[in-house]
């Protein structure tokens, strides 16, 4: 996912690539309005906001977590999806 963020649709396989992140954008977009009609998540925020928040925050894990460091995979997708789905309130 992270490539397909960094492409511009100069090539034919960039412009496939393009498509296939719209898709998967859209599919994204498509869960949050669903869990938004059944009451799940709240509803002042576009479901396409989110979806690009989504991807752009677990895509730029890649850019500073190291398997090496202190921080263990399962804390991190647990922090990841709490921040993501309940925000920082206290």
Same mark, same amino acid.
């Given at each position: 996912?992270?490539?397909?963020?960094?492409?511009?649709? /100069?090539?034919?396989?960039? *412009?496939?690539?393009?498509?296939?992140?719209?898709?998967?954008?859209?599919?994204?977009?498509?869960?949050?309005?669903?869990?938004?009609?059944?009451?799940?998540?709240?509803?002042?925020?576009?479901?396409?906001?989110?979806?690009?928040? *989504?991807?752009?925050?677990? /895509?730029?894990? *890649?850019?500073?977590?190291? %398997?090496?460091?202190?921080?263990? %995979?399962?804390?991190?997708?647990?922090? *990841?999806?709490?921040?993501?789905?309940?925000?920082?309130?206290?």
């Amino acid at each position: 996912m992270t490539l397909l963020l960094r492409v511009r649709g /100069n090539s034919e396989l960039e *412009v496939a690539a393009l498509a296939r992140r719209r898709r998967i954008d859209d599919d994204l977009a498509r869960l949050v309005a669903d869990a938004v009609a059944e009451g799940s998540l709240r509803s002042d925020l576009s479901p396409e906001v989110v979806s690009r928040l *989504v991807f752009g925050t677990v /895509n730029s894990l *890649v850019d500073w977590y190291s %398997p090496d460091g202190s921080l263990d %995979p399962d804390t991190l997708a647990e922090g *990841v999806a709490d921040l993501l789905f309940r925000g920082l309130e206290a």
